[in-house]
C-alpha cells in the first residue's frame, strides 16, 4: 500500500524555522517526482514546491522563493521541507503528493504548522 | 504568476449533470496544461480524480469524466450522488509551476 507520513509540524514563532519530512512506502520512491500543497484552515489549495526524482530540477511557488527549499534523499525515501522566517501567514497544513509519472496518485493526510507568538 | 479560475460554488440536484470549468489568465488551458481534478470533503486530505486532462485513477467514479470545453478545461459530473458533495480543484501547469484554482464547492441539493 502507497503511504505518505507528513512529520514535523507544530507551534512555531514567527521568524523561526521549521523542517518538514515525509516519509514514503509501498512504492519505488526514486522512480518519482514529488511535491509540497498547503492549505490554510478553511482556505484553498497552494502549491508550494516540486522536485524531480533526481533532485534535477526543483521548482517553487514565486511565494516561496529564497525562503523554503524543497529536498528529499532517496535512500531513505523522505521528502523534506525547510522553512525559513516563518510568518503567521505560513499557518497551514502541509501536505507531500507522489508526483509523475503517477498522476499525483496519494496523498499524505497533512502536518500542521501553526506560526505564532 | 498565473491565475487559475473557477466557480466559486454550484449546486446540482441528485442524479443531474453539473460541469465545473478551470480558467487560466495566460489564455487557453489546453492538453499541454495537463490539468488535473481533485475532491476533497471536509477534514479529509484532497484525492485526485482526474489527470492530464481526462484520465481517471482506478478509484475516480466512473461519474465524473474531464475535457476541454472551449479554453477551459472541464470537470463533468453525470447523476450526482449524496456524497459528491465536496470541494472541488482544478490545477495547471506551466513552466516550471503549477497552480491551482480557488476551488468550486459543489452542493448536491
Known amino acids: 500500500e502507497v503511504q505518505l507520513v507528513e512529520s514535523g509540524g507544530g507551534l512555531v514563532q514567527p521568524g523561526r524555522s521549521l523542517r518538514l519530512s515525509c516519509a514514503a512506502s509501498g512504492f519505488t520512491y526514486d522512480d518519482y517526482a514529488m511535491h509540497w500543497v498547503r492549505q490554510a484552515p478553511g482556505k484553498g489549495l497552494e502549491w508550494v514546491s516540486s522536485i524531480s526524482w533526481n533532485s534535477d530540477k526543483k521548482d517553487y511557488a514565486d511565494s516561496f522563493k529564497g525562503r523554503f527549499t524543497i529536498s528529499r534523499d532517496n535512500s531513505k525515501k523522505s521528502l523534506y521541507l525547510h522553512m525559513n522566517s516563518l510568518r503567521p501567514e505560513d499557518t497551514a497544513f502541509y501536505y507531500c503528493?507522489?508526483?509523475?509519472?503517477?498522476?499525483?496518485?496519494?496523498w499524505g493526510q497533512g502536518s500542521l504548522v501553526t506560526v505564532s507568538s | 504568476q498565473a491565475v487559475v479560475t473557477q466557480e466559486p460554488s454550484l449546486t446540482v440536484s441528485p442524479g443531474g449533470t453539473v460541469t465545473l470549468t478551470c480558467g487560466s489568465s495566460t489564455g487557453a488551458v489546453t492538453s499541454g496544461h495537463y490539468p488535473y481534478w481533485f475532491q476533497q470533503k471536509p477534514g479529509q486530505a484532497p484525492r485526485t480524480l482526474i489527470y492530464d486532462t481526462s484520465t481517471k485513477h482506478s478509484w475516480t467514479p466512473a461519474r465524473f469524466s474531464g475535457s476541454l470545453l472551449g479554453d477551459k478545461a472541464a470537470l463533468t459530473l453525470s447523476g450526482a450522488q449524496p456524497e459528491d458533495e465536496a470541494d472541488y480543484y482544478c490545477?495547471?501547469?506551466?513552466?516550471?509551476?503549477?497552480?491551482f484554482g480557488g476551488g468550486t464547492k459543489l452542493t448536491v441539493l
Open positions: 490545477l495547471v501547469s506551466y513552466t516550471n509551476a503549477v497552480v
Open positions: 503528493v507522489k508526483g509523475a509519472p503517477s498522476g499525483w496518485e496519494k
